[in-house]
């Protein structure tokens, strides 16, 4: 159980990034978080994973305080960051240095062959395509069986195709052993087809503003009636979770923010 | 591979065949070269008494002399063995206190502003000070070229740490690595291609320094040659020795980066695929 308590963060630069969120995600669970830009969704990433410490709050897995980067917990970022002066298969083993070598080799060999990269095992991270680094990043960060697995806009520099791809691969993975996710993401599409539960943030400061359980049946279908509602639900609250940062900060009312967001 | 597959390949231009294509690596030879003919025949025929400046083929004959005598290979090794000292103290303290400053902000700002303070002195200036501290014979010497080592290895070091991407630095983190691991595991990979270039610099500050130690004063050593040549007035020996030097500054460099290449492999950068 990963739980968030009255979680706030302020910059020392006073920017104040996240105010008072709480949150509950149930073991195995898939959850993503959506809103606009500057609500603080990366921040509360890493708040989770101990990269930074919250301002107030207490943030806990399964019972115990998050102070620093946690054994249990996972994360993908943005951008693959592999490391480029080892292999692939030396980053996909990355975390997993105080294991014996038979064992962490038997262990990359699996992930490798789950993300499909087996026979780049020796290649360097610089001969990879985006797509093909960030599969090397989901098996390194899945490798050491984490109970959560953080995701931060993990697939959003790929082209579409890959992306979806991606996606699918993902839950596959996550089939496997069930970790908990938390994806952020500025993809409405990608939060629909990943999670059961779409927690909409406000930002400046970031909060909680609305969450909406999809729990739509798996495997999902994009084209379903279902997952377009789904879709116009948290475009919805995204727009009013927008609107009244946009009239507090700018004096007029825009109606379709939502929309555009997806770019 | 086929013999077939042998005979298509042969026709193909290998790289660093002596083919004097105007892209072949040969054609940096031409000048040089052509220079070295020229003066050779200006001499030969008389335009020219060189006796100031010796043709080739009086430099070639003194080297010749000096290598069958033994002198060479003595004054070579005096000289190469001051400079490995030199450079390896140097590279020794400057990759140490480089990596200290580096990693704490702590020692960065106790030592840092002493050590630049320090670098703004020409090092040659040290030389009457090391004379009396450590005398006149190789201690001394060794000493200076240390000194003239130190300061590019120290700030590749320094600017190569502290310029290791955040983001590469965090996957450590997330990795929960500290301290010793750290360092080891990300921030000197991630530093090595600036370290690699700082070694280099080293390295040929470390020829340059030599050369300033052995002119001014020593009974041995490639500098004791220049010094020799231009007091008993054999200019030949003087280019012989300064051919010396060339070739041993380029050999050790060629050598040094040639020792770091297969750590260097992975790099994606302009440079890396030629």
Known sequence: MLGLDQVGKIYPNRVEALEAVSLTVAPGAIVAVVGGSGCGKSTLLRLVCGLDQPTAGTIRLNGAPIQAPHPR?????????????LSVAGNVGFGLRDRPAAERKTRVRTALQQVGLSEKAEAWPRELSGGQAQRVALARALVPRPDVLLLDEPFSALDAF????????????????RPTLVLVTHDVDEAIALADRVVILSPRPGRVFAEIVTELPRPRDR???????????????????LNRALITDAGETRTSVGAALWW | MTASAQSTRAPVRRRGALKFGVRSPA?????????????????????????????????????????????????????????????????????????????????????????????????????????????????????????GVFFPVYLGVL???????????????????????????ILLPAALPVYVVSLRAGLGLGWMFVVAAEIMGASEGLGYLLVDGQQLGKPAQIVAAILCFALLGKLSDSLLAMATAPLLRWEDAFGARR
Do not use: C, N
């Open chain 1, 73 to 85: 917990i996972g994360i993908v970022f943005q951008e693959p960051r592999l490391l480029p002066w």
């Open chain 1, 162 to 177: 890959t992306r979806v791809d991606l996606q699918e691969h993902l839950l596959e993975l996550w089939a496997d052993r």
């Open chain 1, 223 to 241: 084209h379903a009636a279902g997952f377009d509602l789904a879709k116009r639900r948290v475009l919805a609250a995204l727009d009013r979770s």
């Open chain 2, 27 to 147: 054609l940096g030879l031409l000048l040089p070269v052509a220079l070295a003919l020229a003066w050779e025949a200006a001499v030969r025929l008389g335009w020219s008494d060189g006796r100031l400046v010796p043709p080739p083929s009086r430099i070639a004959a003194t080297l010749m002399a000096l290598a069958q005598t033994g002198e060479l290979a003595h004054h070579a090794v005096a000289t190469l063995l001051r400079v490995t000292a030199g450079f390896g103290l140097g590279v020794l303290a400057g990759t140490l206190i480089g990596a200290l400053t580096g990693v704490s902000s702590l020692a960065r700002r106790l030592i840092d502003p002493t050590l630049q303070g320090l670098r703004a002195i020409p090092s040659i200036a040290w030389v009457p000070l090391f004379v009396l501290w450590l005398g006149i014979f190789e201690a001394s010497k060794v000493a200076l070229i240390a000194v």
């Open chain 2, 159 to 185: 600017g190569a740490i502290l310029s290791v991407d955040r983001k590469i630095v965090e996957v450590g983190l997330v990795f929960r690595l500290s301290g010793p691991a750290l360092a080891w595991r």
